[in-house]
């Protein structure tokens, strides 16, 4: 009956690298960008909201995760150097997830194509140190739906 478990845990593992992967070619797109003086084109719109999206789906992953393992009676984050820690990644979770959102935002909405470049990488950049500081390092950095 573990098996719903392995399946969101290792999705929500595996999606982590797609987070972290998209969360640097955002940030390679927009940083170079902030004193290049271009314009701000679909291609450096693209990384940002793949990487809010992928954030969007951890966060029903984890929220899954979450309402399964209660209703299982499974321990959260058995073994954590700290009790607090599962809402310390949950609270975490959401901070980058709203950061990311407010990157996609407010680089569609600004003014000029500096401003566009500038949301993208601060608010890209501060979700990344989020998302660093909030993952479990300690668990398996590789899943494949096994304990
Ligand atoms: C920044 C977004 C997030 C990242 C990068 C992330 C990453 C991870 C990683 C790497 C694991 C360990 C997976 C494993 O052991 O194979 C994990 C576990 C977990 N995460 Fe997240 N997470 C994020 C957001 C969230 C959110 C928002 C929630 C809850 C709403 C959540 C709930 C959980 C739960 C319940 C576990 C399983 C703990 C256990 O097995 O004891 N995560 N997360």
């Keep these: 009956m573990a098996t719903l478990y392995l399946v969101l845990l290792t999705l929500h593992n595996l999606n982590r690298w797609v987070i972290l992967l998209t969360g640097l070619w955002a940030l390679a797109q927009t ?28 966060l029903v992953l984890g929220l899954m995760l979450f309402a ?12 954590a150097p700290r009790p ?19 990157g996609s935002v407010q680089s569609r909405k600004a003014a000029t194509d500096p401003l566009k470049f500038r949301a993208a990488a601060l608010w890209t950049g ?9 993952i479990p390092w300690w668990r398996p950095l590789l899943r494949f739906f096994n304990q």
Excluded: C, K, Y
């Design 126 to 134: 501060l979700s990344m140190i989020v998302i660093l500081a909030g």
């Design 68 to 79: 399964f393992m209660g209703m299982q009676n499974i321990p959260v984050f058995a073994g």
């Design 84 to 102: 607090s820690f599962q809402w310390e990644h949950l609270g975490l979770g959401v901070l980058a997830a709203v950061f990311a959102t407010l």
């Design 31 to 58: 940083i170079p960008g902030l004193s290049s003086g271009r314009p701000f084109t679909p291609a450096d719109r693209r990384p940002v909201v793949a990487f809010m999206g992928s954030l969007h789906l951890q």
